[in-house]
């Protein structure tokens, strides 16, 4: 079992930069990629960022160059940098991570999410 919980949302003005935190506890050593999803009212939740355990990094195209993902090495903790923040990026975030299994047999655990509001 994992559970994660994040934290750093807010509200911040365009052009502004967040920090996302996500922090992993129970069996830890069974994750083998942590990311984030965000998704806002009327539209599908949507793959944001993610890291495997080696470190293999993962964007959404509407995000490159913009935000960077992060984790420890043990991956107790997964961090999105969110720079040159727009309107667009205004959603709840929510910290997944994954245990591969084997072919679509793999596990996902869902944090309860935390909201960005990108305004003036």
């Known amino acids: 079992q994992v559970q994660l919980v994040e934290s750093g949302g807010g509200l911040v003005q365009p052009g502004g930069s967040l920090r996302l935190s996500c922090t992993a506890s129970?069996?830890?050593?069974?994750?083998?990629?942590m990311g984030w999803y965000r998704q806002a009212p009327g539209k599908e939740r949507e793959l944001v960022a993610d890291?495997?355990?080696?470190?293999?990094?993962t964007y959404a195209d509407s995000v490159k160059g913009r935000f960077t993902i992060s984790r420890d090495t043990a991956m107790t903790t997964v961090y999105l940098q969110m720079n040159s923040l727009k309107s667009d990026d205004t959603a709840v975030y929510y910290c997944?991570?994954?245990?591969?299994?084997?072919?679509?047999?793999?596990?996902?655990?869902w944090g309860k999410g935390t909201l960005v509001t990108v305004s003036s």
């Open positions: 997944n991570a994954v245990r591969y299994r084997g072919i679509q047999r793999d596990m996902n655990y």
């Open positions: 890291i495997s355990r080696g470190g293999t990094r």
């Open positions: 129970g069996s830890i050593s069974s994750i083998d990629k």
